[in-house]
């Protein structure tokens, strides 16, 4: 490393480049609270917008909502990005924020589906998508910005503070949710003290902006506009040259759709997982995840910094590794910790769906128009809104579906063609028939808390998110450094959302609706573990490595 160099990877901090970091840090900690507010609240929005389908299609809807907003996220990844490369990283930062804050304010007042019908989840709809084209145009504008005043040999640790503050807005989302419930009591919660945490935002918004107002353009950008070097076309000409789409592609394939869904899986599908499968508390399951998140933030600092003296691409590819290898024994390691009592009775009375193939349904309903009444059907949606984990046994054609709990059989009715009323009361029956056979049979309708081990699923959960931090914390320098000035903005911004949009972002849904289809509870895993191969293949063979790239190249 040349003397300059090494006297700028040395020195500390400026007063300035503590602003910088500063202010573009909790501006995107406040837009990151105000999008996992809602992933945090899904199971409770899903009774309140979409009570009108069963309880597995309402909580994957709900989801799928969620997920929406993740969708859309590359168009305002293009929609910003072109701002930010043609008018300035500034103007782009403060609409973005406006943007998010006051849909998340028009979550927190919207009435549900039983005051105003399906114009609910409809308007619901449509502010996730706001939220997510505001979100896809905040990223990588803070990124691009700290890493654009950062000194060469401190871009690694510089843009780190951004990375945390994913994990920062996700633990003050539950802070304030598990505030609230605490405060409030868990009806008054469920009944109207859920919109509290998005009204809450408001009071950030203000802030946000101010501070957003405060910042003053990047050196890079400012020189490349004063040299008349600006983009007037940046997506034509990000897109329409192989050599920069060549770099888009590869950012995406080989960095972030595997660091997506290893942060997915990290944050949200272990939350998930612990609060619907396994039937940990709510409130139990936010702390510990919070808990986790807070010990496992100093590691974006860590591996941000080490990005810096061994580079990006081995810390990156390590993490994805990791996480691919050691998925199914952690998530086993939560269920065998979190509810032995489930693991017990799955090992000594394992329930079998027979049934006719034919006679099965995909166990997912993203439009909420289709209706579970078949035989197979009914006894699979019973298992997985009880978290029942099961086996799968075709039968020969025509055979009405019957489940199988330990040596108890129990039959199932086929309902398509039954009145209403006759239908709800045999749905009925069989409903608490199967629930008695599962409950006799040792399977638990909740997981008890004096059998949890918070020790141990504490020290899981960290384990997961710490492999959250390998792979996001040296992201932002990586995908900054990989572009050229003119046209960076938009360059990281759409790889980056595609691959947290869409592989990140669709990862819950698509887990739970394997799981629901399959029986097995495990069975969502295998989607973040081919991602996550699939990163550390094309990453491996064709991702070069950037720390030593120069930021000033236009």
Known sequence: MPHDAMH?????????????????????????????????????????FFSGLNPTAGFIFALLTFAAGFAVRPFGALVFGRLGDMVGRKYAFVVSILIMGLSTFLVGVLPSSASIGTAAPMILLVLRLLQGLALGGEYGGAAVYVAEHAPPGRRGFFTSWIQTTATTGMFLSLVVVLGTRATLGQEAFDAWGWRVPFLISVLLLVISVWIRLRLHESPAFTRMKSEGLVSRAPIKEAFGQWRNLRLILLALIGLTAGQAVVWYTGQFYALYFLTETLGVDANIANILVALALLLACPFFLVF????????????????????????????????????????????????????????????????????????????????????????????????????????????????????????????????????????????????????????????????????????????AAMLVEMFPTRIRYTSMSVPYHIGNGWFGGFLPPVAFATVATTGNMYDGLWYPILVCAMTLIVGMLFVKETRHNDLNES
């Open 304 to 475: 941000g910094a080490l990005s810096d003296r061994i580079g990006r691409k081995p810390i990156i590819m390590a993490g994805c590794l990791i996480a691919a290898l050691t998925y199914f024994p952690v998530f086993k390691g939560l269920t065998h910790y979190a509810n032995p009592a489930l693991e017990r009775a799955q090992s000594q009375a394992p329930v079998y769906v027979v049934a006719d193939p034919a006679d099965c349904s995909l166990q997912f309903n993203p439009v909420g128009i289709a209706s579970f009444t078949s035989a197979c059907d009914l006894l699979k949606a019973f298992m997985a809104s009880h978290s029942v984990h099961y086996i799968n046994q075709p039968a020969p054609k025509g055979t009405t579906a019957y489940a199988l709990v330990g040596d108890q059989r129990i039959d199932s009715f086929d309902g398509t063609a039954l009145p209403r009323a006759e239908f709800a009361s045999r749905n009925a029956s069989l409903q608490e028939e199967l629930r008695q056979a599962v409950r006799s049979h040792g399977y638990p309708a909740y997981a008890d808390p004096s059998q949890i081990n918070f020790t141990m699923v504490l020290l899981l959960l960290f384990f997961l998110v710490l492999q959250v931090t390998m792979v996001y914390g040296p992201i």
């Open 8 to 48: 700028e990877a040395n020195r500390p901090m400026t007063h300035e480049e503590r602003r910088v970091i500063l202010a573009s840090s909790m501006g995107t900690v406040f837009e990151w609270y105000d999008f996992y507010v809602y992933g945090s609240l899904a199971a409770v929005i899903a009774q309140h």
